[in-house]
């Protein structure tokens, strides 16, 4: 079970465009570069193009073949890139209907997921907040909302994170329909609805006995979320994770810990026709330290011995 705890890590946001599997991609390689076994999981299932990102063009596996049984382990479905320690498993567009895949398949996703050889598996949710993605979000043990400054982002990026509780809450009282009313009056926004935080949900329930607030405390203790922050132009805008962090905290009684920031960078973006060139010869760029620093991070988060810090390449963070 500890394994699992550090292994499985979802990249979520809400949001698309905010450079979730950008930064998917360029985490897993700080990772592998460190030295660990790294699978990349393109779990958009609407939208993949994580493939693309790495540099293959035609995948000749891809998670719609395990979904849809032409395969029957994982383990067939992972490609290589250029990068050693370093593999994918690419999605897959919506063509044959498997960007909602069934509970069956879900199930039979996720048992595979958690056993393939890895030290890292590394999610890459799509945008939205259809019931797939924060699935994806809610099995991993590790969740990573990527935001930008943008008021939509951060808009974006705390919905997310508040359908996924509210869905896991949902999940938990299923069986309890007091319970469930109180919840359903807090996810909307009625005006005047005296019922507006997990605090007064707490309040609420708490008349219903121990189960029910032990329950709700379990919950908000088991989703652990971590925050990043894309393209960063000013120092200014490394802040704009404290607004949803104060809004989480009052709305959703969850602490939300910061875990990097990367800068905006131009040599990044101009790279993204050929991601797999940047990954094997053009890494020298003002935002690479940023990523190092977050796999540190994740390093540090399941407590792995960290290389020494001189082995990464000296490049500028933001100040
Ligand atoms: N730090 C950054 N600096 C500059 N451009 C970035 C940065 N992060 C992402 N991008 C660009 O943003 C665009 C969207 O990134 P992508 O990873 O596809 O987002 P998402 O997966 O959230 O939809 C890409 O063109 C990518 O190159
Ligand atoms: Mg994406």
Redesign the pocket.
Known sequence: MEEIKNKIWAIG?GK????????TLLLGDSLAQLGNKVILVDADLGGS?LHTFAGIRYPKYTLADFIGRRVESMDEVIVDTPINNLKLICGADDILGIANPKFTQKTRLLNHLKNLDADFILL?LG?GVSFTTMDFFLYAPNKIV?LTPQATSIQNGYGFIKASLYRKLHRIFRADPKVLEIIKRSSVSVQGETIDSIAKVYNAIKPLGKDSTGNLIKCLNEINIKLVV??VRKPKERDVSHIVKSVAKNYLSLEIEDFGV?????I??AS?NNMAGFLTKGKDCA?RNNFYDIAYNVLKSCRKLIPAKSLVPNTSSVQ
């Open positions: 946001g698309g465009g905010v450079g979730k599997s950008l930064f193009n890459d945008a990527v894309n393209m990367i800068q905006y960078d131009k990044l973006e993204v935002s």
